[in-house]
């Protein structure tokens, strides 16, 4: 029931909601970033990064360092701290931790069929999935020719099978299909998540709605651009966008039919929330929507830490601390290959 949260909520996920808080307190600030800009070498980002609370990963990591090995080492502290909270919680805390890494789990499925394809090593692309999105049989995503085959032979198992039954065709497995088949999954995880927020109701629903309506929304204006000039028609493009959002349903009519990143602007000048992220780019110009849409997803999901009581703290403070890795390897790639001067480019500041 709304607003009566605070009777019930500290029973099962008080102690866990503290932990997040505690988390969030750890994640790196705007004096962090500044001397992690002034670094000269990988060992001096890792020596800054000694004081946060990566410190204790990067600890035994011998010179010369590289970026992925930071990068990894960055990634196992939130690994750490999600299977951490995942063994306290309870239901329906639980199952809303594991709907968080439905998303990597995605990700991971595509990099493997798009690296068999280009006839990648197996064991090379495992080392490359995200940790958060690994299942017993990925290893087995090999073998699959078809859509189908990726069905019957390895998701039925998952959490992602029900997810797939919008996309199963016997069409063989090549790069426009396989792109279509992460928007679709993403399409229907997106909506399930929705619908399960809902179904919590409370200060969950409200403000994971939002957080969720923010992330179709990007999804439906990144699926319009990225298909400007492809075979994809109006109709299968419409097909990708998720049934909820701020542009669902007149939004959606409109991105359909768009032929140039113009003339998504123009769509967009009639939602107030996304006027303002088009209104720092200039015409034609989409290298920099990236990073505006980062920056407002960070400022919504730093808001959501204004509320007590709810569930969307949990999501928030995955998105902020991938968003801090993101950071992190941006930084240390720019140091890598001596490019300080465009250190800037990429960092979203947090806090």
């Given amino acids: 029931m709304y607003g009566f949260e605070a009777l019930t909520f500290n029973i099962d996920a008080g102690y866990l909601e503290a932990i997040v ?5 750890g994640l790196l600030t705007a004096a962090d970033y500044n001397n992690l800009c002034q670094c000269e070498t990988l060992d001096d980002i890792k020596m800054h990064l000694s004081a946060t609370e990566y410190g204790p990963y990067l ?8 970026t992925t090995t930071i990068v990894e080492k960055c990634t196992l502290k939130l690994v750490d701290d999600y299977k951490h909270m995942l063994c306290q919680a309870t239901e329906p805390l639980s199952t809303f931790l594991e709907y968080i890494t439905y998303g990597h789990m995605i990700d991971n499925v595509v990099l493997i069929v798009t690296g068999t394809l280009h006839e990648r090593d197996v064991q090379e692309l495992l080392e490359k999935c995200h940790p958060l999105g690994m299942f017993d ?30 996309c199963i065709t016997s069409e063989d497995l090549d790069d426009m299909n396989i792109e279509i088949m992460r928007n679709t999954l993403y399409k229907a995880y997106l909506e399930d998540f929705y619908r399960f927020c809902q179904k919590l109701g409370g200060a969950t629903a409200e403000i994971m709605s939002d957080l969720l309506s923010f992330e179709a929304d990007r999804r439906a204006i990144n699926i319009t651009i990225n298909s400007i000039g492809t075979e994809l028609t109006r109709d299968d493009r419409k097909k990708l966008y998720s049934n909820f959002g701020l542009l669902y349903p007149y939004g959606h009519e409109e991105l359909a039919v768009c032929e140039d990143i113009d003339q998504v602007r123009s769509v967009m000048e009639k939602y107030p929330p996304y006027q303002s992220i088009f209104s720092k ?14 920056e407002e997803e960070v400022k919504r999901l730093c808001l959501s830490f204004e509320q007590q009581f709810h569930f969307g703290v949990f999501f928030a403070y995955m998105r902020l601390r991938e968003q801090e890795i993101r950071n992190v390897m941006w930084i240390s790639e720019c140091v890598a290959q001596n490019q300080k001067s465009r250190v800037h480019d990429s960092v979203v500041f947090i806090f």
Avoid: C, W
Avoid at 59 to 66: F, M, R
Avoid at 145 to 162: F, G, K, S
């Fill in 59 to 66: 600890l035994n990591e011998p010179s010369p360092l590289h």
């Fill in 21 to 25: 808080r505690g988390h969030r307190a």
């Fill in 137 to 166: 049989s990925i290893a087995t995503l090999a073998v699959a020719q078809n859509m189908r085959e990726l069905y019957r032979l390895v998701l039925v198992d998952t959490p992602l099978a029900p997810y797939f039954s919008e």
């Fill in 281 to 294: 780019l200039s015409y034609g110009e989409s290298q920099m929507l990236d990073k505006a849409f980062y």
